[in-house]
């Protein structure tokens, strides 16, 4: 099958390829992403306008990885958009992406949220926040390490202990600490839970609401998207129950994760796909993404949207994203050592 029908016969919500068989001409960048299409077309539209080159968008929900190996040297893809240091880590791993050594891009993102090879450039950061009951909780600071606490015995919510969201704190507790403390202070987190390990990050805002949980684990972003909910209104009600505690801001910083972009494999159109990550990379494109997500522009100096700002102040943990990835093994192998998703067991 050649990339234009692979692309056609895409069993997806969005494949936004354009027009006819010369959707994949020269003057063109390919992009499979992660990210929903509406977040991201403001800064594609500011590309193109920039120069000239046409963008198309494959929205994934899944499958992206195996998706481009099944097409091999046939990929029309040239760049890849996903969230998250594992996404990011498993398309390095699954051998569909290359390596780029890039001078701008290199300069504009900081090198603890790329990938030391350069198969992979963080864009834009969330932080895995502690929500808290603005009724509940007097508390103004937090560390991840407190969240062990029988203080909290019965309080604490959270989503699916293997989710990556998780995955990506844990490891980097195994890494400030090691696989030890973060069993021990995995069980005493587990012992605090309010109820086993469910829904995602809203729904653990809503139980806080609702007052089944003071305290819960989430990102940063979710909160801007819950604030301005205009479908779903009752979500801001769940967000204006709850305040952010920004754990860790007296030391080492909040565990951060990123949304990033890779260089696709055999990118048809490469040099498009370099002026696109070199574009994407600016502190104004950071800006721009950073007030559509509601994330923080990985460019030190470069501010986030009004409404992130209203979170507070965030310190970000600058742990390399690359050690991160290193102990999400060894992390998901705690989560089901402890139980953790079996909810309380003291
Ligand atoms: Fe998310």
């Known amino acids: 099958m050649n990339p234009i029908n692979t692309l056609r016969a895409a069993l997806v919500p969005v494949a936004l390829l354009a027009g006819t068989g010369t959707a994949l001409a020269d003057g063109e960048v390919n992009i499979y992403s992660y990210r929903q299409p509406e977040l991201i077309q403001p800064l594609l539209d500011a590309f193109t306008k920039e120069t000239g080159i046409e963008t198309n968008v494959l929205f994934l929900d899944k499958g992206l990885v195996e998706r481009m190996a099944a097409e091999g040297q046939n990929s029309p893809a040239d760049v890849i958009l996903t969230v998250d240091i594992g996404r990011l880590v498993e398309a390095k791993d699954g051998g569909v992406t290359q390596p780029l050594v890039d001078e701008l891009v290199n300069k504009d993102i900081p090198a603890h949220f790329r990938d030391p090879d350069g198969d992979w450039f963080g864009l834009t950061t969330r932080g895995r926040v502690v929500y808290a009951s603005k009724e509940r909780v007097p508390e103004t600071e937090i560390t991840y390490e ?38 021990t202070w995995l069980k005493g987190v587990r012992d605090n839970l309010a109820r086993k390990p469910d829904g995602n990050d809203r729904s653990q805002a809503k139980a806080i609401y609702a007052g089944e949980c003071d305290i819960a684990l989430g990102n940063t972003y979710y909160v801007g998207l819950m604030m301005t909910n205009d479908k779903d209104p009752e979500e801001k ?27 696709a494999k055999y990118a048809p159109n490469k040099d498009n796909g370099i002026k696109l990550m070199e574009f994407l990379s600016s502190g104004e494109a950071q800006k721009l993404y950073g007030e559509q997500v509601f994330e923080y522009p990985v460019m030190p100096g470069v501010e986030p949207s009004e409404i992130v700002k209203s979170f507070g102040k965030i310190k970000p943990d600058t742990l390399a994203l690359s050690e991160i990835a290193a102990n999400r093994k060894l992390a998901s192998e705690l989560v089901d050592k402890v139980g953790l998703n079996d909810g309380p067991q003291d």
């Open 237 to 263: 009600d769940w967000a204006a129950a709850m305040k952010i505690l920004f754990p860790n801001s007296g030391d080492r910083g909040t565990h951060v994760n990123i949304s990033g972009m890779s260089l």
């Open 146 to 183: 407190e969240l062990a606490d029988p203080k909290w015995k019965g309080r604490l919510c959270m989503r699916d202990g293997q989710h990556s969201y998780n995955i990506g704190l844990i490891a980097s507790m195994i890494a400030h600490h090691d696989a030890d403390y973060t069993e």
